[in-house]
């Protein structure tokens, strides 16, 4: 069933939470998930690393069921005010006919990611009506050096209330 409204997140601010997960494929360079959560704390942010960040399951992040209590667990918080994930890759689309629709519609939050996160972010704007963002991943560009235009309209558009 689709939604027939629009769901909007509150925009970002200093201070707040941002969850990180991996609902696709594992980070293979732990030292990039740190990097990344330094560079977001830098900025001025709180972060909070998912449970299950850092299991490996053969080709994805942990067993389809760490990778859903990480989502789903980070939708619930409500001290999370945005969810980024660390990378993309392949498993997303596993996930989709498992996820709590009705729980992330009640707690609508940002979600920022590309590649195979997209499967997640089409589902939540299916189901949801929840918009999302295609933006730099934790473990990728985090981790590394951001293109500084991107990284100037990424952090204008999650901090804007337009």
């Given at each position: 069933?689709?939604s027939?409204?629009?769901?909007?997140?509150?925009?970002?601010?200093?201070?707040?939470l941002?969850?990180?997960?991996t609902?696709?494929?594992?980070v293979?360079?732990a030292?990039?998930i740190?990097?990344?959560v330094?560079y977001?704390?830098r900025?001025?942010?709180?972060?909070?690393?998912?449970?299950?960040?850092?299991?490996v399951?053969?080709?994805?992040?942990g067993?389809?069921e760490?990778?859903?209590?990480d989502?789903?667990g980070?939708?619930a918080?409500?001290r999370?005010?945005?969810?980024?994930?660390?990378r993309?890759?392949?498993?997303?689309p596993r996930?989709l006919?498992?996820?709590?629709?009705?729980?992330?519609?009640r707690?609508?939050k940002i979600?920022?990611g590309y590649?195979?996160?997209t499967?997640?972010?089409?589902?939540?704007?299916?189901?949801?009506?929840?918009?999302?963002?295609n933006g730099?991943?934790?473990a990728?560009e985090?981790?590394?050096?951001?293109?500084?235009?991107?990284?100037?309209?990424?952090?204008?558009?999650?901090t804007?209330?337009?």
């Amino acid at each position: 069933m689709a939604s027939t409204s629009i769901l909007k997140p509150r925009r970002l601010k200093k201070g707040d939470l941002i969850g990180i997960v991996t609902p696709a494929s594992p980070v293979s360079d732990a030292s990039r998930i740190e990097k990344g959560v330094q560079y977001l704390e830098r900025l001025g942010y709180s972060v909070a690393v998912g449970a299950n960040v850092g299991e490996v399951h053969g080709y994805l992040a942990g067993t389809d069921e760490e990778r859903l209590s990480d989502l789903h667990g980070l939708f619930a918080d409500r001290r999370v005010k945005a969810i980024i994930a660390l990378r993309g890759g392949y498993g997303t689309p596993r996930l989709l006919s498992q996820l709590n629709y009705r729980l992330i519609s009640r707690n609508p939050k940002i979600l920022v990611g590309y590649s195979d996160i997209t499967a997640l972010q089409l589902a939540l704007w299916r189901k949801c009506g929840l918009v999302t963002f295609n933006g730099p991943m934790t473990a990728v560009e985090m981790a590394n050096t951001i293109d500084p235009y991107t990284e100037e309209m990424f952090w204008q558009t999650l901090t804007s209330t337009k």
